[in-house]
């Protein structure tokens, strides 16, 4: 059996009063902002997630590409991996300002080319924030 109580003024009192849902309102709004924050930063982390898988393909792929070639003709200025010259084909292709530059550390233009060859590829774009990002891939060729 349900018993309502009678108030200090002998008046029923049921239900909450204002300040009991003001309370309620307040923890609610709460619990579901802070959700909400964590909704938008889970989407951010996935974005992130998603242009850098998109950075380290390209890469691979531009390694793959200077792999192929013999070692005597990779770092040839004037060619599509010439030092410190971003390469044309990848300028742009997934990502904001992509840029893929090759370099090859102890490698002086002219000079012989050393066995193993150190190249380092270097990929910068601008994610989704508007940030600027880098990633670097690094292999040596030999004979």
Request: charged share 15%; net charge positive; proline share 9%.
């Amino acid at each position: 059996m349900i018993e309502i109580r009678k108030g200090p003024h002998g008046k029923r009192r049921a239900g909450f009063s204002l300040v009991e849902l003001a309370v309620m309102l307040t923890v609610l709004l709460t619990a579901v902002l802070a959700a909400m924050r964590t909704q938008l930063s889970s989407v951010d982390l996935i974005r992130t997630r998603h242009e850098t898988a998109l950075a380290a393909a390209d890469l691979r792929t531009a390694v793959e590409g200077i792999l192929r070639l013999p070692a005597s003709s990779i770092p040839l200025a004037g060619g599509p991996y010439a030092p410190d010259q971003p390469i044309a084909e990848f300028d742009g292709l997934h990502l904001n300002g992509q840029s893929i530059v090759p370099s090859y550390p102890g490698y002086v233009p002219g000079g012989p080319i050393p066995d193993p060859l150190p190249i380092v590829l270097t990929l910068t774009w601008t994610d989704y924030a508007g940030r600027t990002r880098t990633l670097r891939l690094a292999t040596l060729r030999t004979g």
